[in-house]
C-alpha cells in the first residue's frame, strides 16, 4: 500500500508516521480513532487515482479538509487512509459577470471571501470556523453560520462539482448556470454527504453582491417568553434580518462571570442585524424589528451603525463559544434545529434536562433559523460526567424531535449522532439512505462508519 | 523504549484545554508552509494530550515535533480557548531532553559558554563607544553584532547623530533563548553581563534585540540588574528627527517585540514622524505573520524558516506594494534579507538602520547643493 501512494503522491506527500497520524485521529468531538496513512494530493488526477487504489483493496478513504468537524466526521473509526485536500488550495475561476466562483476543494472560506470582496462580491454561509475551513469541508457538511435565515446554507450557493467517485470515476455534476433542471441533481446529494459518496475535488459556487450597508440591535429580556415572542413576531413581519441570534441564561452568566462585558441579569439576549444596499433599506428594515423587540418588554435595546459601535454590541456573542471553552476542560457543541417558532420549548426543555442531570449546558445559537447550539460542559476524565452528559445529549435529541426539529442543522451526524438517526428518520428513509450509499460505493470504502449507514 | 512524561496540574489544564476547534490553523507559520497537523498548535497539543494519557510514548519524533514551533504566539492571541502553546511547547522541550531527547541546540549551549555567542565566532567587531560611564549602555545582541553588522553600524551612528551619552560592553550572549528550546540560561554569561553593565553606571540599558529585552526585562537571573531596560524603540519614541521621505513605507511586528512584549505603538510613532506615506499590512500588529526565526526554528529548520520569510514578504509586498519595509529586530531583518528574491525591488531595514540612512542622505543632499 505504502508503496502505490507513494507512487501517487510523491514521498513528500505521504505519511505513516505514527506520531503525524495522531492528530488525524481526532477532530474537535470526543471521537478518536488511528487513521493507517495519510496523504495530501495535490491534483484531482492523484485523488482519483488514490481512491481507484482504495476501492481495489478495499481501503477506507477518509476526505478531510481542516478537520473542524464537531461530530467525529472525519475520524476515521476504520481507520485506513486520510485524504488532506489542504494543498489543493487554488481559487480556479471567480466570474463576476456570470455569478459564480470556481474553487478546489481545499480553498480556505476567509481566502475565497477575501478575494470575492475585492469584486464587491461574497459567498455567504459563514460557519465560525470560516477562518480555516475548506470549501470542501463546508459543502461536505452543508456548513451554515449566522446568516442562515437570510442568506441560506452551502447548499443554496451548490452550481458544480467535480467529484471523484468511491468505485475510481472522476464525475462533473451541476452547471455553471443560476438555474438547472437538466437530470437528477446529484450535485446536491454530494452536499451534507459528510465524504461518505466521493471525494469533492473542486466546486462551483453561486455567489452574491455584498450588502454595504448593515445596523445592529441588542435587546436583552427578563424572561425567555418575551424574547421568544420578539424572535417569532420579526421573523412573521415581513423582514427577515441578516443576523437573529440568541443567548441563554447560562450563557450569558457565564460571560458575565468570565469577562469584564457588562451584561445585565437576564433570560435571553437577542442580537440583530438588517443588512441591504442602502441606508434608506437597512433602516426600513430596522425599524420594525426593533419595534417588535421593543413591544415585548425588553430590560434594554441597543443599535449601532457604525463597524466600532456593531463590534462592540457582537462582543457577548462573539465571546460565547471562548468563554464556555474555558470553563470545562471538555465539551459537545450540538446543532439541534427545530421551527421557529418552537425555540422557546426547547430552550426551556434544555435547562430542564439539565438540571436533571447536574450537567452544565449552555445555549447559544440562530434563532432566526432555529438552530441553536446547546454547549454541554463537563469533565472528560471523570466517567460518572461523561455517562450523565451523554444521557443529556440524547434527551435533548429527543426533545428537538419532539419539536418537529431535526439532530443536525449544520455540524453533520458524523459519529456522535449516528445512533440516533432512526430517532428522526423512519425505516423506509434510512433504508433507501443506506441504499444510496451501497450503489454509489459497493465496498464501502468512503469514510465508513458514519451516520448509521452501514 | 516508552518514557513517561510527567505532567503536573498546570500542565494537564492547559493541555486539555485545547478545544481543538483548530483556528490556529489560519495563524501559524509553519502550518501554513508545510499543511500538516502535527506541525500545527492543536497537532502538537494532541501530541502530548496523547503521551499524558499514556496512549502514545515519548518518542523521538515527539520531541521533534515540539521543536517545529516559533513560539510567535500567533495561535496564542487567537486562541478561543486561551490556550498559551508556545510556554506548553517550549515545557515539553525541557521535559524531553530531560528523559535524555537532546536537540541540537544542547552544541549551541556548549558554543556560547565558549565563545560567548551563539556562532561560535571569536573575533567580535570593534564597535568603538567604550566610555567607563556613561548614562546609557546599548547592548547589541547576537544576531546583530555578527548577522547584521551593517544595520548596527548605523544603529551605533544614528545614537551618535542624535547625541546619546551611551557605552557598550565586552558583551556577551544573554543566552535566554537556551531555554526556549530545552536547555537552561548560562548563568555565568547571565553574571558577566550584569557586572560589566553595572560597571558603566547606566541608568538604562537600551536593546536593539527585543528577545535579549525579554530576557534582560524578564528573566529571574537579570533580576539583579537593577537598571530600566528599553527596546531602542520605547527610547528612540519621544526624539524629533530633522529627516523625512516620501516612500512608501510599511512596517513588520517581530513577534518578540509585539506579541511577546506588547510594543507596537512606539515603533509606529517614530514611523509616522518620518514618513507620511506609511501603510500597515493587511495581518499587522497582534496578527501580524511570524518571519519564521524565531525560538530557534531558524537554527533547527533553516530551508523552511527562508521558505516562511519569503511568504511573510511576498505578502506585504502584495498587501501594501510599500518601497521600504521597517522592522526592528535583528532577526526578522536577517531573515527578510536571505529571503528576499532579487526582481523584489522592496528594501528592508531595521527602523534605526533607515533613520541613519535618511540623516545620511540628507548630509550628502547638503553637500552637493553646497
Keep these: 500500500m505504502i508503496k502505490k501512494l507513494i507512487e501517487i503522491v510523491g514521498q513528500d506527500n505521504f505519511t505513516d508516521q505514527l506520531e503525524e497520524l495522531v492528530p488525524y485521529s481526532y477532530d474537535a468531538s470526543m471521537n478518536v480513532h488511528r487513521p493507517d496513512a495519510a496523504v495530501w494530493p495535490e491534483t484531482a488526477e492523484q485523488v482519483l487515482a488514490i481512491v481507484k487504489f482504495a476501492n481495489e483493496y478495499k481501503i477506507p478513504v477518509i476526505p478531510r479538509g481542516a478537520g473542524t468537524s464537531l461530530s467525529g466526521g472525519v475520524v476515521p473509526i476504520r481507520g485506513g487512509v486520510i485524504i488532506d485536500l489542504s494543498k489543493m488550495n487554488r481559487i480556479l475561476e471567480v466570474s463576476i459577470e456570470n455569478r459564480y466562483a470556481r474553487v478546489e476543494a481545499g480553498v480556505v472560506c476567509d481566502d475565497l471571501n477575501r478575494e470575492l470582496a475585492k469584486h464587491g462580491f461574497v459567498f455567504p454561509p459563514d460557519p465560525a470556523s470560516s477562518t480555516v475551513s475548506t470549501i470542501g469541508g463546508n459543502v461536505a457538511t452543508n456548513a451554515g453560520g449566522i446568516k442562515g435565515a437570510k442568506y441560506g446554507t452551502t447548499r443554496d450557493y451548490v452550481l458544480g462539482l467535480q467529484v471523484v467517485l468511491p468505485t475510481g470515476e472522476l464525475m462533473r455534476t451541476g452547471s455553471y448556470t443560476m438555474k438547472c433542471v437538466s437530470g437528477y441533481d446529484l450535485a446536491k446529494l454530494f452536499v451534507g454527504a459528510e465524504g461518505t459518496l466521493g471525494v469533492i475535488t473542486e466546486v462551483t459556487l453561486k455567489i452574491n453582491p455584498l450588502p454595504r450597508h448593515a445596523m445592529t440591535a441588542v435587546a436583552t429580556y427578563a424572561r425567555l417568553e418575551d424574547a421568544g415572542k420578539a424572535i417569532f413576531q420579526t421573523m412573521t413581519s415581513g423582514v427577515i434580518p441578516s443576523v437573529m441570534e440568541i443567548l441563554d441564561q447560562v450563557t450569558l452568566k457565564s460571560i458575565r462571570d468570565n469577562t469584564d462585558i457588562d451584561l445585565p441579569d437576564a433570560e435571553a439576549m437577542i442580537l440583530t442585524e438588517a443588512d441591504g444596499f442602502t441606508w434608506e433599506e437597512v433602516e426600513a428594515q430596522m425599524e420594525v424589528v426593533l419595534s417588535i423587540l421593543k413591544q415585548n418588554h425588553p430590560i434594554e435595546v441597543k443599535t449601532a451603525r457604525d463597524e466600532k459601535d456593531r463590534l462592540n454590541l457582537w462582543k457577548a456573542r462573539k465571546s460565547a463559544y471562548a468563554t464556555l471553552a474555558r470553563v470545562s476542560n471538555s465539551f459537545v457543541l450540538d446543532d439541534v434545529t427545530v421551527p421557529i417558532s418552537r425555540i422557546p420549548e426547547l430552550l426551556v426543555g434544555i435547562q430542564g434536562i439539565s438540571q436533571k442531570y447536574g450537567i452544565v449546558v449552555a445555549t447559544f445559537g440562530h434563532a432566526g433559523d432555529g438552530n441553536l447550539h446547546p454547549q454541554i460542559l463537563y469533565d472528560e476524565y471523570d466517567p460518572d460526567q461523561v455517562k450523565r452528559t451523554k444521557k443529556v445529549e440524547e434527551e435533548i435529541f429527543k426533545l428537538t424531535i419532539s419539536l418537529k426539529g431535526t439532530l443536525s442543522g449544520e455540524h453533520g451526524i458524523g459519529l456522535s449522532k449516528a445512533s440516533y438517526m432512526t430517532l428522526e428518520h423512519d425505516p423506509v428513509e434510512m433504508d433507501l439512505m443506506r441504499r444510496v450509499k451501497k450503489t454509489l460505493d459497493p465496498n464501502n470504502i468512503m469514510n465508513p462508519g458514519k451516520r448509521a449507514l452501514d | ?370
Design chain 2, 1 to 370: 523504549m516508552f518514557t513517561q512524561l510527567q505532567f503536573d496540574e498546570k500542565r494537564r489544564k492547559a493541555i486539555t484545554q485545547c478545544s481543538r476547534c483548530g483556528f490556529c490553523r489560519a495563524v501559524c507559520p509553519i502550518f501554513d508552509l508545510t499543511k500538516r497537523p502535527i506541525t500545527n498548535a492543536h497537532g502538537k497539543i494532541i501530541l502530548l494530550k496523547e503521551v499524558m494519557e499514556g496512549k502514545l510514548p515519548a518518542t523521538e519524533e515527539v520531541a521533534k515535533a515540539m521543536l517545529r514551533c516559533t513560539a510567535c504566539m500567533n495561535c496564542t492571541v487567537n486562541c478561543p480557548s486561551g490556550v498559551d502553546p508556545q510556554e506548553i511547547v517550549k515545557a515539553a522541550r525541557r521535559d524531553m531532553v530531560g528523559i535524555g531527547f537532546d536537540n541540537l541546540f544542547k552544541a549551541m549551549g556548549e558554543v556560547v559558554e565558549k565563545y560567548g555567542n551563539i556562532y561560535g565566532e571569536e573575533k567580535r567587531r570593534d564597535w568603538g563607544h567604550r566610555k567607563e560611564r556613561a548614562p546609557y549602555l546599548l547592548f547589541l545582541g547576537c544576531v546583530g553584532a555578527y548577522r547584521e553588522e551593517e544595520s548596527v553600524k548605523e544603529t551605533v551612528h544614528l545614537l551618535d547623530l542624535l547625541k546619546v551619552d551611551y557605552t557598550m560592553i565586552d558583551e556577551v550572549c544573554c543566552s535566554g533563548v537556551l531555554e526556549d528550546v530545552g536547555y537552561k540560561i548560562k548563568e555565568d554569561l547571565a553574571k558577566r553581563n550584569i557586572q560589566e553593565i553595572q560597571k558603566t553606571g547606566a541608568k538604562t540599558l537600551i536593546t536593539t534585540c527585543p528577545y535579549c529585552y525579554r530576557v534582560f526585562k524578564d528573566h529571574p537571573s537579570y533580576k539583579d540588574l537593577g537598571l530600566e531596560v528599553k527596546h531602542i524603540t520605547q527610547f528612540l519614541k519621544d526624539f524629533d528627527f530633522q529627516v523625512k521621505t516620501d516612500k512608501k513605507v510599511t512596517y513588520h511586528d517581530p513577534c518578540d517585540l509585539g506579541r511577546h512584549a506588547g510594543i507596537y505603538d512606539e515603533p509606529r510613532a517614530i514611523i509616522r514622524k518620518i514618513a507620511p506615506n506609511f501603510v500597515e499590512p493587511r495581518r499587522t500588529r497582534e496578527n501580524a505573520m511570524c518571519c519564521g526565526a524565531g525560538s530557534g526554528f531558524r537554527g533547527a529548520f533553516p530551508k523552511e524558516s527562508v521558505k516562511i520569510a519569503r511568504n511573510r514578504l511576498s505578502q506585504i509586498i502584495e498587501d501594501t506594494g510599500a518601497e521600504i519595509l521597517l522592522t526592528e529586530c535583528p532577526s526578522c531583518l536577517h531573515n527578510f534579507r536571505n529571503a528576499k528574491r532579487q526582481k523584489q525591488k522592496i528594501e528592508i531595514y531595521n527602523l534605526t538602520e533607515f533613520l541613519a540612512k535618511l540623516y545620511g542622505e540628507r548630509t550628502s543632499g547638503e553637500k552637493e547643493a553646497a
